[in-house]
């Protein structure tokens, strides 16, 4: 069973650029297809970006609300998973969750409940 630590949030104004990480442990990232969720107070969880295993291209999908602003990637040395957040908006505002998918899909499931591990999550505030 892999486990996951998220870090990299933090408090930056519209505009600005993070880096979220992912730092897997026990097994290898590379095996798994991975997601960014995010998830507001009161509100659904929700897809961010995806990228499949290894073995299926590395192929990534984002949500349209982050298409070209955000980018998903794996460091399959270092074991870890990113996220690099560009121009970041307000309402980009949220705890960021990484997620690792139970199924060796060939595309990135956007649905929460086909994750079975999650990070403890990381808080990103983008002020005005």
């Known amino acids: 069973q892999v486990q996951l630590v998220e870090s990299g949030g933090g408090l930056v104004q519209a505009g600005a650029s993070l880096r979220l990480s992912c730092a897997a442990s026990g097994r290898t990232l590379s095996g798994y297809n991975m997601g960014w969720f995010r998830q507001v107070l009161g509100k659904e969880r929700e897809f961010v970006a995806g990228i499949t295993w290894s073995g299926s291209g590395s192929n990534t999908h984002y949500a349209d609300t982050v298409k070209g602003r955000f980018t998903i990637s794996r460091d399959n040395a270092k074991n870890i998973l990113y996220l690099q957040m560009n121009s970041l908006k307000p309402e980009d505002t949220a705890v960021y969750f990484c997620?690792?998918?139970?199924?060796?899909?060939?595309?990135?499931?956007?649905?929460?409940?086909?994750?079975?591990?999650w990070g403890q999550g990381t808080q990103v505030t983008v002020s005005s």
């Open positions: 997620a690792a998918d139970g199924f060796l899909r060939s595309t990135t499931s956007t649905l929460q409940n086909d994750y079975h591990t």
